[in-house]
């Protein structure tokens, strides 16, 4: 039998060419009314969703609501 390459998908780039691992892409992460609350009471808090947005053109490159990844943005 022989071994089939998956090819992985190009990652989606900004007007700029930035992917979301470039140091120009920040994850911004948002979060719901009951989140801010137990931030503002400084209890820990997890977004519901994770934007990795260009610093330069304001583009938003990919939007995650993956579990591991919103833990991980803490």
Same mark, same amino acid.
């Given at each position: 039998? *022989?071994? +089939?390459? @998956? ?7 900004? !007007? ?9 892409? +920040? ?25 990795? @947005?260009?610093?330069?053109?304001? *583009?938003?490159?990919? +939007?995650?609501?993956?579990? *591991?990844?919103? !833990?991980? @943005?803490?």
């Amino acid at each position: 039998m *022989e071994e +089939t390459e @998956q090819l992985e998908a190009p990652l989606r780039t900004c !007007r700029c060419g930035f992917h979301k691992h470039d140091l120009h892409v +920040t994850p911004r992460c948002r979060y719901g009314v009951f989140a801010v609350l137990r931030l503002m009471m400084g209890v820990t808090a997890y977004p519901y969703e994770v934007r990795y @947005q260009c610093e330069r053109c304001g *583009e938003v490159i990919e +939007t995650t609501n993956d579990p *591991e990844i919103l !833990r991980l @943005q803490v």
